[in-house]
């Protein structure tokens, strides 16, 4: 589960444009594209469903001529080599997709959707990204186990349209400075851990429910509050620490918030699972408007 995060002049509309009537792109002798799109709109629910296809543009099958007991090679255009089911909820700007093993996996299925939207758009001043959203748990549980915090890095941009309140000063600011990305790098001296919070903080607001919400009485520092913005799904970003005497990476993309379905999916079966589940996030990590 991620969000498609719209920069420059892509917005909600360019992007379902460009889902709906897609590109072709090339990428070592395969070509990629949408297919078997449909959106969904009524008063209340409002989503597209298409798959990720990958296919080879001059393809080879190898087949048996029964009568000769011999194999033979034919030649196929457009021979499907593997597609990835997925749903886009413009209300989240999120994303649920498939991961296929050796063929879709999560960083090719990213940099595939991405591209076809900007080359549909001819890469004029649009650019697309996903970013993967944490399962706030595990990232708790594994920054927890870090003796100190020696490193924190992170890249986000500006929510679209949801921001959480842990991280709303930081927000603000790239919007008043119209930022569209913004990296944060922080070391801490040799031997010497920085002076941070992070891990109470990310532990509290993975506890937090619809009914109680995880506040500080002062805004977080920044890089704490992009570390929480990242895992939210708007950038992503790593803390490296100390776990006895050796240095640990935790980075917010290996904690997925994942769920099973069915590999061929019916759209709005795929939609209500995936809603049921960026609903959930919203309420308990109590992200507004």
């Not at 549980?141 to 842990?166: D, H, R, T, W």
């Not at 930022?179 to 919070?197: A, C, G, Q, V, Y």
Request: glycine letters at 4%; proline letters at 5%; hydrophobic letters at 35%.
């Amino acid at each position: 589960m991620g969000r498609v995060l719209k920069l420059g002049t892509l917005d909600q509309k360019k992007l379902i444009d460009a889902i709906k009537e897609p590109v072709s792109v090339n990428f070592r002798g395969n070509s990629w594209t949408f297919i078997d799109v449909e959106e969904h709109r009524d008063n209340f629910d409002h989503f597209i469903f298409g798959r990720l296809s990958k296919y080879k543009p001059q393809g080879e099958v190898v087949v048996v001529d029964t009568e000769k007991r011999t194999e033979e090679t034919q030649f196929e255009n457009n021979l499907r080599v593997a597609s990835s089911p997925f749903v886009y909820i413009p209300e989240h700007s999120g994303i649920a997709f498939l991961n296929i093993h050796s063929h879709i996996e999560q960083t090719v299925f990213i940099n595939r959707f991405c591209s076809i939207v900007e080359e549909t758009h001819s890469n004029f001043f649009v650019d697309c990204d996903i970013e993967m959203i944490s399962d706030l748990r595990s990232f708790a549980a594994k920054v927890s186990s870090l003796e100190g915090i020696y490193e924190v890095k992170a890249k986000v941009s500006p929510p679209n349209p949801m921001f959480g309140s842990l991280w709303e000063d930081l927000k603000n600011y790239l919007i008043d400075r119209n930022t569209d990305r913004m990296n944060i790098d922080e070391e801490s001296p040799e031997n010497k851990p920085l002076n941070t919070n992070l891990p109470e903080h990310i532990k509290k607001a993975s506890e937090q429910t619809e009914e109680n919400e995880y506040r500080t009485e002062k805004p977080l520092p920044i890089s704490d509050a992009a570390i929480l913005m990242a895992a939210d799904g708007y950038g992503h970003g790593l803390v490296r620490g100390k776990s006895g005497d050796e240095f640990i990476t935790i980075k917010t993309s290996e904690t997925v918030k994942n769920f099973s379905f069915f590999t061929s999916p019916v759209p709005a079966e795929l939609y209500q699972k995936a809603k049921k589940i960026f609903d959930d996030i919203k309420e308990k990590r109590h992200l507004g408007h």
